[in-house]
Nanobody
């Protein structure tokens, strides 16, 4: 299981940190991804991190503002979000990929959390 936490209502320009904790064995073997889904829109890629943490990719819309990291000893992956904008409002999901490399595509991820709501509004 993957469980996200940290989502809440914040003002534009604020920072927020999301966490995703995995239960069970093998967390360190999976590439992890963050996705988000706004009302009426498709789920979209936000960031991915390889099992080792060496390779990290971001969507252009969050590059320079968001940072992802992982701690395999704690089965945890984090998403630090700075400079939040109203358009960042969405349900944020973490997911684990069974692919040989980190991927931006939703269908390459086999395990998903339940999501955590992030709302950016004044």
């Amino acid at each position: 299981d993957l469980v996200e936490s940290g989502g809440r209502l914040v003002q534009p320009g604020s920072s927020l940190s999301l966490s995703c904790v995995a239960s069970g064995e093998g967390f360190g073997q999976y590439h992890m991804g963050w996705f988000r889904q706004a009302p009426g829109k498709e789920r979209e890629f936000v960031a991915s991190i390889s099992w080792s943490g060496v390779r990290i990719d971001y969507a252009d819309s969050v590059k320079g503002r968001f940072t992802t990291s992982r701690d395999n000893s704690k089965n945890t992956v984090r998403l630090q979000m700075n400079g939040l904008k109203p358009e960042d409002t969405a349900v944020y999901y973490c997911a684990a990929s069974g692919s040989v490399a980190p991927d931006t595509r939703v269908n390459q991820y086999i395990y998903w959390g339940q999501g955590t709501q992030v709302t950016v509004s004044s």
